[in-house]
Structure formats: C-alpha cells, structure tokens
Nanobody, 115 residues
Framework: QVQLVESGGGLVQPGGSLRLSCVASGFTFSNSAMSWYRQAPGKERELVARITSAGDSTNYADSVKGRFTISRDNAKSTVYLQMNSLKSEDTAVYYC????????WGQGTQVTVSS
C-alpha cells in the first residue's frame, strides 16, 4: 500500500521557520523524484520545489528561492522542506508528490503564516 505522510505544518509568525517532512512507504523511494506542491484557498496547486531521485539536483519556484530548501534521506524514505523567512503568502496546504512509473500524492499538511 502506497503512502505519503506529511507532517510539520502549523501556525507560524511572519519571518519564522517550519520544516515539513514526508515519509514514504509502499514503493521504491530511492527511484522516485520527489516534489512539494502547495495550494492556497481559491488558487490552483503549484509546484514549490523538486528534487531528483539521487538528490543531486533541485528546482524551486521563483517565489521561494533563497528561502526554502528541499532535501531527502533515501535511507529513511523521507523528503523534507525547510521553510525560512515565511511570509503570509506562503499560507497553503502543502503536499508531497512522488514520481516514478506512477504519480503518488500525500494528504497534505496545513501551513499558516500569520501574526
């Protein structure tokens, strides 16, 4: 059974930090490219960051470059998103996605940036 379980979301003040985690099971994590997406209320889901299966290449949305860092630990089947200098416009539900032969999505974790 394939599972992607996100955690680490919550309420944080502007300028603060959060670290999201996504633990994978039921498929070969080390062969999968991983991504973080987010969806704000009334908006389409958008790509935030992606990382290759080996972790040797990353890409970021322009809106998060320099503030967010994606990383992975293949031994733990986990992908992370370190989010610093958070802004109110980062408020969204954050989802992780795995891509190999198939595409898998997690259930999402809420991030709210507010004072």
């Amino acid at each position: 059974q394939v599972q992607l379980v996100e955690s680490g979301g919550g309420l944080v003040q502007p300028g603060g930090s959060l670290r999201l985690s996504c633990v994978a099971s039921g498929f070969t994590f080390s062969n999968s490219a991983m991504s973080w997406y987010r969806q704000a209320p009334g908006k389409e889901r958008e790509l935030v960051a992606r990382i290759t299966s080996a972790g040797d290449s990353t890409n970021y949305a322009d809106s998060v470059k320099g503030r967010f860092t994606i990383s992975r630990d293949n031994a733990k089947s986990t992908v992370y998103l370190q989010m610093n200098s958070l802004k109110s416009e980062d408020t969204a539900v954050y989802y992780c996605r795995a891509v190999n032969r198939y595409i898998y999505w997690g259930q999402g974790t809420q991030v709210t940036v507010s004072s």
